[in-house]
């Protein structure tokens, strides 16, 4: 599986986090989610949200973003080409977290450049342990429209 760069970068930057030893690892906290990923004929989505305690400060200050335990970033691609020779698609990406309570949040997605890339950032609010449920709306500058939905777990940190 090819893990899209800004994906790659973010995934850098939480291994260099800081100088000390990480806490100990507990089964619950880092399971991996992964990826949600829709794709409709050379057309791919992908999602992913984490709480913003996990991206290193450098990442963190790059994305314009706080880092708290009950902040959590949405982060959209939307990309066209065959898996390693992906461009990515200008798109408008709205998009809602809902929680198990019902609590229901607009997420104002921005873009984020980095170089030829191009991806979409958003925060909501969790109260860790908490769930969340994404709901995601692409609209590329052709007029099609897709739509993706997706959970995940969020734990104290």
Known sequence: MRIAPTLALLIAGLAGCSGSAPP??????????????SRVGDVSVRANAMQTSALSPGVASQYGISR???TVMLLVAVRQGPEAQEVALPARITATATDLRGRRQNIEMRELRSGDLLDYIGT?????????RFDVTVVRENGATSTMQFTRDFYPR
């Open 24 to 37: 100990p690892a507990t089964p619950a906290a880092t399971a991996p989610q992964g990826e949600a990923v």
């Open 68 to 70: 708290a335990d009950n």
């Open 124 to 132: 909501a609010e969790a109260t860790p342990p908490d769930t969340l």
